[in-house]
């Protein structure tokens, strides 16, 4: 399905089929598009891929590129004008500080790795994270991906239907 996506959800190296199938179907529900820069920890085909995304698959607009040079060559309007936005535990600002556009690009890092600190210093002012207590090292990337999804899509009025 083709259509002016609402957000680019770019998952940078993600290595957990079912999370990407998750994604991709909160990606139909909020009509985002989501991007996979490789390398890719499994194989679009994979089951688990499919499954955790299913009945959503045939909805979903998705592309996968070679690196990240090949997606700011393809989002390259957003990222000049700063729409983009990087999530990673170790930023200052939250999350639901950011004043979302359509079409702002929504950068997640790998579930292992998180985004490479080049990536992350490169747009140091763009960097934000979702709140959670020490005790805990790291949200799902599928949870965070949804979280930070629906606060984009709450600021983007009206709301969908």
Not at 85 to 93: G, I, L, M, V, Y
Not at 112 to 126: F, I, R, V
Not at 133 to 138: A, G, L
Request: charged content about 20%; proline content about 8%; glycine content about 6%.
């Amino acid at each position: 399905m083709k259509y002016d996506p609402l957000l680019h959800v770019v998952l940078h190296e993600p290595q957990i089929p079912p999370n990407t199938g998750n994604i991709g179907r909160t990606c139909v529900a909020v009509g985002a598009k989501m991007w996979l820069v490789r390398p890719l920890g499994f194989e679009i085909s994979e089951k688990q891929l499919r499954r955790a995304g299913l009945d959503y698959w045939p909805h979903l607009d998705w592309e996968v590129v070679e690196n990240w040079d090949a997606l700011a060559s393809r989002l390259a309007e957003p990222l000049a004008h700063g729409r983009a936005w990087f999530f990673t535990k170790t930023a200052t600002r939250l999350y639901t500080t950011a004043r979302y556009e359509k079409g702002d690009i929504l950068v997640f890092g790998s579930e292992t790795n998180g985004l490479p600190p080049e990536l992350l210093a490169q747009y140091a002012k763009q960097t934000l994270r979702v709140p959670m207590r020490p005790q805990v090292r790291s949200l799902n990337l599928s949870a965070t991906a949804a979280a930070v999804m629906y606060e984009a899509v709450r600021q983007l009025q009206p709301p969908i239907e």
